[in-house]
């Protein structure tokens, strides 16, 4: 397949709802849409960066550099198949957002090509549907926080993951946890909200059964993640702290 060319737009969207999490609220969700175009067949990726340098390192402004000046000169004219994209970024450090983005975009131009589903492709099955969960921001008061997630419950949402932080944790969850009761699979997640001197106000979460608290401590962090885990009934997710299949191997042999 020839590779024809590679645009970059920039979005904003108004979202239906303000989400909040412990790095802020955001009101619009923003993003850089990447077409990739060749033998009349358009494919799209997105990038997944956000305005600041909060969750990742990597921004809007990050993404379009690193597309543009260092991603879109190493892909080839001539593109067999999607997997030999990769390795042509492998030696360009970090950049993974901007990279996923230029990536999907061409598995999917790579699907549409073959006019089949990219689960196929990918080695999925057909299924006629597949639970999923929702991710629900920090809330003005607890009974606003179960509304909301009795909303999304009836929906059809199968799991509830619920954003907290120091000051909207135990009460919260520990509310919640009492209107649905113990049949609802809930989880916590504190994006990077704490420290390891918090164990015995983190440890108040034990008795809700969640399904696991995700990234507790610091972003960067697996040595604390190990400590805690052992400390903990709740299993501990791992998210800002994982980049690669390495990352995930060294995790689990500390016991983050």
Not at 92 to 109: C, F, S, T, Y
Not at 232 to 249: F, G, M, N, V, Y
Request: hydrophobic residues 40%; proline residues 6%.
């Amino acid at each position: 397949m020839r590779l024809e060319q590679v645009r970059l737009q920039f979005i904003s969207l108004p979202l239906k709802a303000a989400f909040e999490t412990s790095f802020g609220r955001e009101k619009t969700k923003r993003a850089w849409v990447v077409t990739v175009r060749g033998e009349g067949v358009d494919g799209y990726g997105e990038s997944v960066a956000s305005d600041w340098p909060l969750y990742s390192e990597e921004t809007h402004a990050s993404v379009y550099y690193a597309i543009r000046d260092a991603i879109v000169p190493r892909l080839p004219e001539e593109i067999s198949h999607p997997r030999q994209v990769f390795p042509l970024l492998h030696d360009l450090r970090g950049n993974r957002m901007a990279k996923a983005a230029v990536e999907m975009a061409i598995w999917d131009w790579f699907a549409k090509s073959l006019s089949r589903p990219l689960f196929e492709i990918l080695g999925g099955q057909k299924t006629d549907r597949i639970p999923v969960g929702v991710s629900i921001g920090i809330q003005p008061d607890t009974q606003q926080l179960c509304e909301v997630s009795d909303r999304f419950w009836q929906q059809g949402y199968r799991r509830l993951k619920i954003k907290i932080r120091p000051g909207w944790d135990i009460g919260p969850m520990t509310a919640l946890r009492e209107y649905f009761g113990a049949s609802v699979p809930m989880m916590a997640d504190a994006n990077s909200a704490y420290s390891l001197e918090q164990v015995d106000h983190l440890r108040r979460l034990d008795p809700l059964q969640l399904m696991m608290i995700e990234q507790p401590l610091a972003y960067d962090d697996v040595v604390d993640h190990g400590q805690l885990a052992q400390q903990l009934s709740t299993p501990i997710c791992l998210d800002e702290s994982l980049h690669s299949a390495e990352d995930a191997r060294k995790a689990l042999a500390l016991g983050a």
